[in-house]
């Protein structure tokens, strides 16, 4: 058996007309050899009636927040829904095709619903069906925990699918289809030149994903990782090549920057000494918001103030913590943090001055830094985003 895995994203799958791009890859994987397990999203994006963003909308807040488990099965609508259509489109041209739900395609997860983790997978349905030379056409970002409960995997979560059934199946390939050629030297929403990133290491491309770049979940880059199965990114509407992900990455390349993307909604907290003089709880910020499970980022301590970043999900459960505590703060609120990502920047000196400079040189003001071997971060306001990422792009030649 020689299993490939072809994920198709929910504008893959929202039309007629994409669906039959759908089948014509899915054909052309038959006609190569393969044996294809077709992973499936919900049909569209916000505001189409099937996508998961709008059958949430149908339920109020309050009961979803208090009832998780019901969340998760309107959450897996929209995926049997697209698995379904898809099937019938797939069995009108010919092909075998058979939905299975993320449980009966064997994904068994842990009871975290809206973010379950997958503790098993029992592919044994998909496997008997491939040997009839039938294809099935599963529900990704789904699974079921061991009492026969629907969960799901959290945003991204259908990629992660497709990671989770190649590893179990030992496929020779997964396939991620979407509205994009493949991974890009930047969001092509933002910045009109970005290029196609041809070949791209499992570690670059974590952290692009990682980062932001929405176009693979890096949950599914990691699994994918752990296994040894190439993964690639295509376009569902065109035959452009994609973007193979492996080990090696692009030996031949010697740019230093491979991709550049951002995260928003980020904001800045600064927590003066001054401010705080006599409150002893001062020394022990970073250990209360771990304890109520806020994660930070660019953590930069000096002896007179602590400066660090929140997501903006959580500023009222730091400004209660902090407030509970009598710590004064200020918050720098709508930042981005953009990253600039190359493994070829080890050990190279003059990145992160050259970034700072290029970005000072057109007024975008710099609110904090940080670098690790492969990523340079700087905070930024969110009002500069497209700019920046234009600017960057620029200097470092990637178009
Ligand atoms: P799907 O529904 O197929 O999963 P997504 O919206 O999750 O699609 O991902 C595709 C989108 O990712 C693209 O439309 C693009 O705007 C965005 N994206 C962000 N960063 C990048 C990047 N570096 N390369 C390509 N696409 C990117
Ligand atoms: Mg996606």
Redesign the pocket.
């Known amino acids: 058996m020689k299993i490939v895995i072809q994920?198709?994203?929910?504008?893959?799958v929202s039309t007629p007309e994409r669906r039959q791009k759908v089948i014509e890859k899915v054909k052309q994987a038959i006609k190569e050899g393969y044996n294809p397990v077709v992973v499936v999203?919900a049909m569209g994006?916000k505001g189409e009636p099937y996508a998961t963003d709008t059958l949430l909308s149908l339920v109020d807040d309050k009961f979803k927040n208090s009832n998780k488990l019901a969340q998760d099965l309107l959450m897996c609508c929209g995926e049997f829904i697209s698995s379904v259509i898809m099937s019938n489109d797939m069995y009108n041209s010919g092909i075998d095709a058979v939905p299975l739900t993320g449980g009966q395609a064997g994904v068994t997860t842990n009871s975290n619903y809206t973010d379950a983790k997958c503790i098993d997978v029992n592919p044994k349905k998909i496997i008997d069906l491939v040997s009839q030379g039938r294809v099935p056409v599963v529900t990704g970002f789904q699974g079921m925990t061991q009492e026969g409960y629907f969960t799901t995997l959290g945003r991204?979560g259908?990629?992660t699918s497709a990671s989770i059934l190649g590893a179990a199946l030992q496929a020779e390939s997964i396939e991620?289809?979407?509205?994009?050629?493949?991974?890009?030297?930047?969001?092509?929403?933002?910045v009109e030149d970005?290029t196609?990133?041809d070949i791209i290491s499992y570690n670059e491309v974590f952290q692009?994903a990682d980062q932001?770049?929405?176009?693979?979940?890096p949950k599914a880059v990691e699994i994918a990782m752990k296994a040894n199965i190439p993964l690639l990114?295509k376009n569902?509407m065109s035959n452009s090549k994609g973007?193979l992900i492996n080990n090696l990455g692009d030996k031949e390349n010697e740019r230093i920057i491979t991709?550049?993307?951002h995260q928003k909604d980020r904001i800045q907290v600064l927590i003066k000494l001054s401010e705080n003089e006599g409150n002893f709880k001062y020394q022990d910020v970073l250990d209360l918001l771990a304890a109520n499970k806020i994660s930070l980022d660019l953590i930069n301590i000096f002896p007179d103030r602590q400066v660090f970043t929140i997501s903006a999900k959580v500023k009222h459960v730091l400004e209660n913590i902090l407030e509970s505590f009598k710590l004064k703060y200020n918050l720098v609120e709508d930042c981005s943090t953009i990253a600039v990502i190359g493994s070829r920047m080890n050990g190279r000196p003059g990145v992160m001055a050259k970034i700072i400079k290029a970005l000072i040189s057109n007024n975008i003001e710099v609110l904090q830094t940080a670098d690790s071997n492969m990523t340079i971060w700087c905070l930024i306001h969110e009002k500069n985003v497209k700019e920046a990422i234009n600017v960057l792009h620029k200097t470092f030649n990637l178009a």
Do not use: E, N, Q
């Open positions: 994920k198709f994203g929910g504008t893959s999203s994006r991204g259908s990629d991620i289809y979407t509205d994009v050629d493949g991974i890009m030297t930047a969001d092509p929403r933002l970005a196609l990133i692009l932001g770049a929405s176009v693979i979940h990114i569902t973007t991709g550049i993307t």
